[in-house]
């Protein structure tokens, strides 16, 4: 069932299988070398994500406290973490197909419901794709897999490390520098 979004061109459920299937192919292809790989999946993430709102809602009440340069600094450190995190997990995933199911509207939201189907008896994967209108444009702005919002779970674990290091946003991005090589 296409669902039409009043700014866009494209239809959410045909943005996510579109989307969706250029990162399975690009990123499940063991041909391509990793470094191609993880520039793909980044110039997916400028396509596809808003990511200056993804960063925004897991920093959460951090992103009022942060200078300008920790909110900048941040950002590009959270992208690298979300790169090299997510082209590892699609390493594992050879000969995966992307399946859009269904949608459904939540708040101010559409919920694209989709399954990477595996091959053999492996279980299908759960995605659920939020996607919004920013700049006229379809934007996904969370990404929730087997009922996991990466944007809940990087918010939960980077509140936790800021709260470690006093409250104070670098120990986070001192944290994401490691964790990244940068």
């Given at each position: 069932m296409a669902f039409p979004v009043h700014a866009a061109d494209e239809t959410a459920d045909a943005f996510v299988r579109r989307i969706g299937g250029e990162a399975v192919k690009?990123?499940?292809?063991?041909?391509?070398?990793?470094d191609n790989r993880e520039n793909r999946f980044r110039e997916l993430l400028h396509e596809a994500f808003d990511m200056e709102a993804v960063g925004r809602l897991v920093l959460s009440r951090y992103w009022r406290v942060?200078?300008?340069?920790?909110?900048?600094?941040?950002?590009?450190?959270?992208?690298?973490?979300?790169?090299?995190?997510?082209?590892?997990?699609?390493?594992?995933?050879?000969?995966?197909?992307?399946?859009?199911?269904g949608l459904r509207?939540?708040?101010?939201?559409?919920?694209v419901q989709s399954s990477i189907m595996r091959p053999g008896n492996a279980p299908p994967v759960a995605l659920e794709?939020?996607?919004?209108?920013?700049?006229?444009?379809?934007?996904?702005?969370?990404?929730?897999?087997?009922?996991?919002?990466?944007?809940?779970?990087?918010?939960s674990e980077f509140a936790s490390v800021i709260q470690n290091s006093?409250?104070?946003?670098?120990?986070?991005i001192e944290a994401l520098r490691k964790r990244t090589g940068k």
């Open positions: 690009a990123m499940t292809d063991a041909a391509i070398a990793r942060a200078t300008p340069r920790e909110r900048s600094e941040f950002m590009g450190l959270f992208e690298d973490h979300l790169v090299q995190i997510y082209t590892s997990r699609f390493e594992g995933y050879p000969g995966v197909d992307l399946k859009v199911a509207k939540d708040q101010d939201s559409l919920i794709w939020r996607i919004e209108v920013s700049n006229a444009r379809l934007v996904v702005t969370d990404l929730v897999v087997e009922g996991i919002s990466m944007v809940i779970t990087q918010r006093g409250g104070q946003v670098e120990g986070l």
